[in-house]
């Protein structure tokens, strides 16, 4: 069974910066990629029609991101620690919503595959972020 926990979500003023963090609980987190998806508020949708964010493969050496997070979002991931860091910077209001973390098994780094929703076996529960202007 694999459990992922979010972590680090909060309130902050436009301009500012959150590290989110996702915890997996997994014998082997090196075999997992790892995405992170949001639902802006208001929209309660299922969870496969949440936003794409970030992604990592299951080495780290290939990152994708949203157009709208590119140059402020940067994810990473420590082996070790078995956690996937989402460090976001120069926040603004549309960056509202709950963050999700979620991982797959996969050895690829299709955009593709990392970018879905639907490819995606774990998810974690959610963690608020919300950014006021």
């Known amino acids: 069974q694999v459990q992922l926990v979010e972590s680090g979500g909060g309130l902050v003023q436009a301009g500012g910066s959150l590290r989110l963090s996702c915890a997996v609980s997994?014998?082997?987190?090196?075999?997992?990629?790892v995405g992170w998806f949001r639902q802006a508020p208001g929209k309660q949708r299922d969870i496969r029609e949440s936003?794409?964010?970030?992604?990592?493969?299951?080495?780290?050496?290939?990152?994708y991101y949203a157009d709208s997070v590119k140059g402020r979002f940067t994810v990473s991931r420590d082996d070790a620690k078995k956690t996937v860091s989402l460090q976001m910077t120069n926040l603004n209001p549309d960056d509202t919503g709950v963050y999700y973390c979620?991982?797959?098994?996969?050895?690829?780094?299709?955009?593709?595959?990392?970018?879905?929703?639907?490819?995606?076996?774990?998810w974690g529960q959610g963690t608020q972020v919300t950014v006021s202007s």
């Open positions: 997994v014998r082997t987190f090196s075999n997992y990629a």
């Open positions: 936003d794409f964010v970030a992604a990592i493969n299951w080495s780290g050496a290939t990152t």
């Open positions: 979620t991982a797959d098994e996969y050895f690829g780094s299709s955009f593709g595959h990392l970018g879905s929703t639907y490819e995606y076996e774990y």
